[in-house]
């Protein structure tokens, strides 16, 4: 829905700089130009968070289903880290050679 929606506004926006008679058809091109990077560069940025916060929720996903996660060289479960929802952070638990280790649930796979 999202992307009909700035279709919509893109087009307005062409359609409002077809009226704009003083600007001459170089600078028309440019604007084009610039309006088209932007909108394109906001749909790669939006396209590569969606891909990260799904890898994410994958980590998350397995370890809350008592799998073993890599992390760099480590690896997790839930006997030695609990993770923390709110920051999406392993920590080390108590009693284990890993108290107080904290590691982001964006570097493990």
Do not use: W
């Not at 359609?15 to 008679?21: D, G, S």
């Not at 604007?31 to 968070?49: C, D, E, H, K, W």
């Not at 760099?72 to 929802?85: C, G, K, M, P, V």
């Amino acid at each position: 829905m999202a992307y009909l929606i700035g279709l919509v506004v893109v087009g307005l926006f062409f359609l409002v700089l077809h009226y704009f008679t003083e600007l001459t058809q170089m600078q028309k091109s440019v604007v084009t130009g610039v309006a088209l990077f932007f909108v394109l560069f906001a749909l790669a940025f939006n396209t590569y968070t969606d891909a990260q916060r799904d890898k994410m929720l994958e980590v998350v996903t397995k370890f809350n289903q008592n799998g073993t996660i890599k992390c760099d060289t480590l690896d997790l479960n839930n006997t030695n880290f609990t993770l923390s929802i709110g920051t999406y952070t392993f920590i080390g638990k108590e009693k284990t050679p890993f108290h107080g280790q904290m590691i982001s649930v964006s570097k493990c796979e």
